[in-house]
């Protein structure tokens, strides 16, 4: 049974950081790529980052340079490292163990999620 409990979520000011964990059970994790989505009111869920197993690593154009996304298979977790953070990042992060056809496929399972709210 996979299973994904995210953490590190909280109130920040914006240009802050915030630094999310993704802890992983019930799956290989060294083989699998990960990735962080997040779901803000009233939008559908999006895909945030992502690492393979390989660690090549996929931002979307809007947290390039600001995000940084890591994992260390010893522990069976991941990271999303969130810097200069801005209201319109306000969302809860998700994590999600895929898989790698051509580009991500999200598997099934979620966790419950974190919530990042950017605000002054």
């Known amino acids: 049974q996979v299973q994904l409990v995210e953490s590190g979520g909280g109130l920040v000011q914006p240009g802050g950081s915030l630094r999310l964990s993704c802890a992983a059970s019930g799956i290989i994790f060294s083989v699998r790529p990960m990735a962080w989505y997040r779901q803000a009111p009233g939008k559908q869920r999006e895909l945030v980052a992502v690492?393979?197993?390989?660690?090549?690593?996929y931002y979307t154009d809007s947290v390039k340079g600001r995000f940084t996304i890591s994992r260390d298979n010893t522990k069976n977790t991941m990271w999303l490292q969130m810097d200069s953070l801005k209201p319109e990042d306000t969302a809860v992060y998700y994590c999600?163990?895929?898989?790698?056809?051509?580009?991500?496929?999200?598997?099934?399972?979620w966790g419950q999620g974190t919530q990042v709210t950017v605000s002054s």
């Open positions: 690492i393979t197993s390989g660690d090549y690593m």
């Open positions: 999600n163990a895929g898989d790698w056809y051509g580009g991500y496929r999200p598997g099934e399972s």
